[in-house]
């Protein structure tokens, strides 16, 4: 078992296959708030779901209105079940938060591109994820 240290932002577990990212999302445009499909174009995730994983990429980027949409995405069923940062920033942290969905940054995140696809557990309020 390879465990990863890292920062809480919003408390919780969490545990699911990693989706991961090198690329920030944009969830305001980026992601399809009813189907939690990446349909940015271009973007590495693009047709891919963060339903129920553990959604793992560098930093969100974009408009405030992404809070919202990770909103939705959780009201909808279709939030990612964690979120992993390489730094944290406002709006997926205040998305994280206000739909409660656990998120820590500060992780080896260059190592975590390696385990795409793989079944990981995360305790955002000990700063710890499990492969």
């Not at 973007?43 to 963060?50: I, T, V, Y």
């Not at 994983?53 to 939705?72: C, D, H, I, Q």
């Not at 406002?90 to 079944?119: C, H, N, R, W």
Request: charged share 25%; aromatic share 6%.
């Amino acid at each position: 078992m390879e465990i990863f240290k890292g920062r809480e932002i919003f408390a919780g577990k969490a545990s699911g296959e990693l989706l991961f990212s090198s690329m920030p999302i944009s969830f305001y445009g980026g992601v399809d708030a009813t189907s939690g499909i990446v349909v940015e174009k271009g973007h590495p995730l693009e047709g891919k779901c963060m339903a129920g994983k553990v959604l793992a990429f560098p930093n969100g980027k974009g408009s405030t209105v992404g809070s919202y949409v990770l909103y939705r995405l959780k009201k909808a069923g279709k939030a990612p079940a964690g979120i992993i940062n390489l730094e944290a920033e406002t709006i997926v942290a205040v998305g994280a938060i206000i739909s409660e969905i656990p998120m820590m940054d500060k992780v080896e995140f260059e190592k975590l591109e390696k385990l795409d696809g793989k079944k990981v557990r995360m305790d955002a309020s000990g700063g710890k994820l499990e492969i």
